[in-house]
């Protein structure tokens, strides 16, 4: 993280709640953290509250504070941020406080696992997707002009670099191999991928032959430069229209999947289609220097306060959260214990047929801690 | 059309195979618009072959052949595109002919109707995507540079202006209309949609202010500018990420579906995954004065040459032409030969878990017209 930790396996987090939803789920995983059983080598949790979010921005004009990202920076070696709520119109002055928390701190790369529990009746499928997390149509670099009949005429600019197509496939390709040796450890039949790792490079080079050109290009070129390192590793590419088609028809065609920034987003809410809700699907995005876990569901206004969210996507992102920052075994068990509740499908909320409670569900699971 | 018929219903049809199983399902369509039953009304056609495709660059150095786009406009009152082989690399000097054939004829809506057939055991939905056709990440304007570190950084411009912008919005909410009229000529029984009409608007203004926010307000516009005219028709809007989620977690709730033009493109696909095959689903590129038919799949080298292909998108896509020249009577023969088919399900190709080839596909569907 970018602060030290001053006495070892002290771990201080940050917790963003922001809007809406968010201010259930971020307790509920910090919960999680707080009942995970001690041993030698786990963490001793600090958590600090940071404000951001479209109601801190309604409130007092901004939506990510200085002071969150001061104490980010200068106090925590992690983060979970919980969900923002999305003005439907354009706000003067407002901007998504994620997006600019994901490129102040350089978290290059968004990890979304989207994966299928046994014996759940979930459709079969373990993927990785990888996003970059950085560029794309998301460098907010746009204008507007008024042609010669007077009709308005905008432009956004979309931004993809060598740099940031490295570290993104770079990141795809370790995972590759990092799955590969976790799944050694289970039995060959319990495993839903049976082959060797690959990396499937995701773009629209027909049509974007520079932008994505240099994206696959790139990514492509992590494997070629490091032929020894990624021998094991096969590699394929999709086009982005054919990858939506292809997952919902195949999803266990699919290992690590990566993205250029819109396509991941748009990718990674399709495959949470996949195993039953968005209340499902965690993520993390990862720097060189710092993790900040987040669910990839929004804010839901609708359900908000009324203890229906499944916080199951934010327990995850805690778990991502201590994969990312070394502390692998004690991921593993909030994993296992997320996926104990799902098997017994007992205890859920609203979004997979269940009357349960967001407390409900959080208890459930430390229960299995 | 730009060619006026010289005797009254004669209609000169442009068929451009192009690549791959382009070759085998525009033969195809031909032989279903020669099948219909002549009557008073119905049009004459005469069929013109144009050249146009990768492997047309690959031999004389041109994807759309002037001569291909001149003979459209001179002679013809509409089109049948086939689908086009996109080489995964940069090639220097090709550029794809449809996105070409799309912009020189100003074929500003991409019709993509995607329904499933009662009783052939498809999920159930009736959504039509209006997806515009001209702009977006589709204007080729890229550029690429060298930052202090000697890496690359590519830059695309995404263009969305008002005038294309109203026009696609319009044409959403005219055929919400004509749907709606459309619909209620069948018992309310077999109506898979039966509230009010509805247009849903995709857009990502929460991140792409200025681009998708002149978007979302210009297709509002074209409804709260028009408020006698469209009083009978709901709107509402998706975020492109939670509509790919929604899509397939309640496909059910999507009447016309309005989006950008890479928004499109990837739904489209995704829809296409819901019943069952992208070897089902069709286009029409409609302008103001010319129509391209266009199957929504590619040109699938895997399987081209081997009567494999399924011809269902090609035939609708001919059927779509009819409608949008405004032969709706025999655009619907078309329509009911096919639903007859697949509802029959004894006969189709590979892609639907059958054995028969394109042209007993063809030829069952030319039985029933
Ligand atoms: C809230 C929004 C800006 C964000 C994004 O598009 O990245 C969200 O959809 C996500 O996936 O984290
Ligand atoms: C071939 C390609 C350029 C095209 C597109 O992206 O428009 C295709 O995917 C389509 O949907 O017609």
Redesign the pocket.
Known sequence: GFATAAQSNKVTIGLIPADGIGREVIPAARQVLESLPKSESSPRFEFIHLDAGFEHFQKHGVALPEETLARLRGECQGALFGAVSSPSHKVAGYSSPIVALRKHLDLYANVRPVASVAGSGQKQLDMLIIRENTECLYIKQERIETDANGLKVAYADRKISEYASRRAGQMAFNMALMRDKLRSSIPASERLWQGKPKVTIVH?S??LSITDGLWRETVRGVKENNAALYAGVDMDEQ?V?SMVYRMFREPEAFDVVVAPNLYGDIISDGAAALVGSLGLVPSANVGDNFVVGEPVHGSAPDIAGQQKANPIAAIRSAGLLLEHMGYSGDAARIYQAVDGVLREGLIKTPDLGGKSTTQEVTDAVCKRL
Do not use: A, E, F, S
Request: hydrophobic share 40%.
């Open positions: 629209k027909n049509v086009l229209d």
